[in-house]
């Protein structure tokens, strides 16, 4: 159990295998009647499929998981590895030792995120109509791969995905925080600014509805505090189906290690406040928001994971979670306050939002006036052009008609003369042919009709 227990504490810690490491070594039995359960039975051998991390190299990190977990010795060290040893790189350079097999699958694996990083690069280049995009340099935004060498996976590269996952998922949840934070003072902006379009008799309708919604959103049953006694105990009888009297925490763990690897994880814990959540949020309420109900679960989770996680590895263990049922705050725990019972925001706050949102609207306002200026400009060189391919088609008009007139062969579109064949004249015309015969005078004759007709004309001088 201690080897299996070091395991997950370096991968909860260093995110490598965050919660996508196969642990087979078996957990403490605990005998329990499953059929008294509600739900599908576990299959044994089962593979659970892991949530999404939230991280956009999500799928590299898993995929590079997989393939480490097929080596045999890089293994062995990840489970005698602490977390001092990971995070400083030095599991990293275990990865020399691994198989060729594995190191040309990673090598392979690496390839396809650069390629897939470089296309995502070029489609929002694209977006922006910017040319000549520097991909290598581009690149450096990006700090779960060393960008210097594209086509193999070394060290440094598991280094660095370990680090950039540890980094990223810490602050994870502070981002999640901050963007609902954002969603509620926009959700009150677009409602203060729609008030300022109705007259006041509209105005008052509206308001008392808001606080009607309000009212009825905050009439809803007691929330239990998350993780006491009382919580556990409506989910180990109302989710599990099992008799609160018999309620026993050992148990109560064992059936919800969905995994069976020991621990339990944040979306395991996540699950436990399902029933707590459907008390106060209903998807077919207008007052509801699903939005909320998703940070209240956060909120959840957090406040457990910081009564029971002792040693902050986000992994709740056994030994955790009997120690925390032992707690006065267990049995007697303070009453729990949902979003609707807090102040999310200042009006100070939401005047500072307001104010960087009249900033972007108008930069977009004058994004669009010069895209309009722009649009207008290409309109009027449209048109100029237009007159002068008319004017030059009435002069080229002009041009045929004045050629007609002056009795020369008309110009073709590009301005090649027309010309017509020879008319063809029956046999024996004096003109084309000498008489006496139908053949061709010879250069130089003339014939003698034509030459007497010109001594005609000469006049002698004395």
């Not at 340099?137 to 060498?149: G, S, T, V």
């Amino acid at each position: 159990m201690g080897q299996m227990r070091w395991t997950a504490v370096i991968v909860q810690q260093c995110v490598l295998l965050v919660t996508y490491l196969l642990i087979t070594l078996e957990a403490v039995p605990i005998d329990i009647d499953k059929t008294k359960v509600k739900g599908e039975p576990h299959v044994e051998g089962e593979k659970i499929e892991n949530p999404d991390t939230g991280l956009y190299y999500d799928e590299y990190l898993r995929q590079v998981i997989d393939v480490l977990e097929t080596d045999k010795h890089f293994r062995e060290k990840l489970q005698t590895a602490d977390i001092e040893e990971i995070k400083n790189g030095k599991l990293s350079k275990e990865l020399d030792l691994v198989s060729h097999h594995v190191r040309t699958r990673l090598d392979e694996l690496k390839r396809q995120e650069v390629a897939r990083l470089r296309m995502l690069i070029k489609a929002k280049m694209d977006s922006i109509q910017d040319t000549g995009i520097d991909h290598q340099a581009l690149l450096k935004q990006f700090e779960h791969l060393n960008h210097q060498n594209p086509d193999t996976f070394e060290p440094k590269d598991l280094d660095m995905l370990i680090k950039a996952a540890t980094s990223d998922l810490e602050n994870y949840d502070k981002t999640r925080h901050e963007e609902f934070k954002k969603y509620e003072m926009m959700k009150e902006h677009e409602r203060r600014e729609y008030l300022k379009t109705l007259n006041e008799e509209k105005r008052r309708e509206e308001e008392s509805k808001y606080e009607e919604q309000k009212k009825k959103h905050g009439d809803h049953p007691k929330i239990n505090h998350p993780g006491s006694k009382d919580q556990l105990k409506e989910v180990w009888e109302e989710a599990d189906g099992l008799d609160p009297n018999d309620f026993d925490p050992k148990t109560f763990f064992k059936l919800h290690d969905v995994n069976n690897d020991g621990f339990l994880d944040e979306q395991e814990l996540e699950a436990l406040f399902t029933k707590e959540l459907e008390k106060v949020y209903d998807p077919k309420n207008e007052e509801d928001d699903m939005v909320e109900m998703e940070e209240e679960r956060l909120r959840m989770r957090e406040h457990v994971m910081n009564e029971v996680d002792l040693n902050r590895d986000r992994l709740v263990t056994l030994e955790e979670f009997l120690k925390a049922t032992e707690k006065k705050e267990f049995l007697e725990p303070d009453s729990w306050e949902t979003l609707d019972q807090q102040q999310l925001f200042t009006e100070e706050e939401l005047k500072e939002f307001e104010s960087h949102i009249s900033q972007q609207e108008d930069e977009l306002r004058k994004k669009a006036e010069d895209l309009q200026k722009q649009k207008e400009e290409l309109q009027r060189q449209h048109d100029q052009l237009q007159a002068q391919k008319q004017e030059l088609q009435q002069v080229v008009q002009q041009m045929e008609q004045k050629k007609l007139q002056q009795g020369n062969p008309a110009s073709g579109p590009a301005g090649e003369l027309k010309f017509q064949p020879p008319e063809e004249h029956p046999a024996g015309n004096a003109q084309n042919h000498p008489a006496g015969g139908a053949q061709p005078l010879p250069p130089g004759h003339v014939p003698v009709q034509e030459a007497a007709a010109r001594n005609d004309h000469v006049q002698i001088h004395p």
